[in-house]
DNA sequence: CTCCTATTGAGACTTAGTCTCAACTCTGGT
DNA sequence: ACCAGAGTTGAGACTAAGTCTCAATAGGAG
């Protein structure tokens, strides 16, 4: 899973320096989703000497490759998810954070009644499911 | 559109103070999203006296309500949208910073469909749709 | 009109994210 | 292997967003 996120920045001509494959390796080893903070704590943690910026700007290169995918939770923070480069969306769940992908189950058409209602020319959309996972449900069931 | 505020916060026993109407005024003159900075930005320019702590309370106390919407704009930034408390989703123009609510199209099914493949328990959701309004359409057609 | 409590402004504080710049390190070419 | 230069880095200043505290103030119920 580094190596994924590590030869896709490859072949899109970028270096592999130190840092970066560092805090590849701290990306795959997490679970779900993770903000700019974990990921600059993770690497406190190990003294790894890598900067803040580092850490903003190797996100903002994976972002824009759609390596990483923002999620806005919902109490307002920023975070990140690792994920495949296709369009789809995501179920984070609020107890544990753990992240699933869905892929496409009849959004398009969602969108395209809303254009036709409104009159808008839709770009792009974003659409955040959020609830418990499996586990946290049978671990705390009905709460 | 300010009346309507200010009534919605007197029915749910929250003081009706200057700083409040004030505000409320201000939101009900904006057209589309603003940002609370965008709010603040007014009432310094007129000078009104109001804090930045103010501010934020105030667009705390209208989301709680769902008097106000908080939205998460593409480039990250949280923005506010007045509407009505039901539940929708909002269509951000991504030129003018136009808003139009969208009722219900549909997606329920998509969440329920996403809970059956997952096994999430789905508690809520948000979708946001990016585009350009008919009238940015017209004033710059097919950019 | 009075009193109690909610609310306020000021400003310190925290957190998120950006920017600059000199120093460093990949990597392709030799 | 070596070199050159462009891409990348760390440090830390800086900006912006948002929170918190606390003494002073002002709604509004009675």
Redesign the interface.
Known sequence: MARELLEALDQAGVRLTGPRRELAALIARRQGHFTAADLLADAEQRSLGISRATVFRLLELLADRNLVE?V?L?D?R?AYVPCEPSHH?H?V??SCGAI?E?ED???E???A???R??????????????????RC?NVEPRQ
Chains 1, 2 share one sequence.
């Open positions: 923002r806005d919902p307002g920023h969306h179920l769940c609020v699933s869905v189950c009849g959004i058409a969602v969108t009644e809303a254009a209602r409104s009159g808008f020319e839709i770009q792009s959309h974003r659409l955040e499911l959020f609830g418990r996972c499996p449900q």
